[in-house]
């Protein structure tokens, strides 16, 4: 897994380079987002039950045949293991939130999913609504005092990598 900084000084160790003004950019950027990465996941830490279960509640709501006899998500199993799916999605978000970085996504979340959620029938459309009213749900909490726009950034990822759309 990679950060922000490890990311960028890969790039132009591979050229030989010295980092030059745009590197620094990105580094002011990263640096100056710092505190409210920090923050935006210790609002994600403290509201994880909240974000799944008001992402869930909208998801099953926007498609309620997802609970219905023959739904994938139908019988408590498969429910709670959908659940367990959201949080993972938004512990991983909040990982790559502190990086700056989406390579872990990458790495631990989307490598191989696409295919173990097409042999199991795990609809991925109404996955990606999940995912994106967690996106929303923690956009929410965490007000408009302050720039949070990076809090998009992985949960889009997810999002895209799944639908295999180009990123
Ligand atoms: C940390 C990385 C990681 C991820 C992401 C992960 C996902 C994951 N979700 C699974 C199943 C599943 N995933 C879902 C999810 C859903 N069904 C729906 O209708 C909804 C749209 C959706 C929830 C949003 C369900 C219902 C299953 C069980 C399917 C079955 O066993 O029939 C499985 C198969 C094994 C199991 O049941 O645990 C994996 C590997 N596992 C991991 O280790």
Known sequence: MRDAVTTLIKTYDLTGRYLDRDAMDTLKSFYDSGLRR???????????????????????????????????????????????????????????????DTSILDERVLAGLRETYNSLGVPIAPTVIGIQNMKVRTLELLGTDEDYSFVAEPFDYLSDGLSERDI
């Open 38 to 100: 920090i923050k935006a996941v210790n609002v994600i830490n403290l509201n994880s039950v909240d974000i799944v279960k008001t992402a869930a509640a909208g998801m099953f709501t926007q498609v309620p045949d997802l609970i219905r006899p023959g739904g994938n998500a139908y019988t408590t199993r498969r429910y709670a293991t959908c659940l367990r799916d959201m949080d993972y999605f938004l512990r991983y978000a909040s990982y790559a939130i502190v990086a700056a």
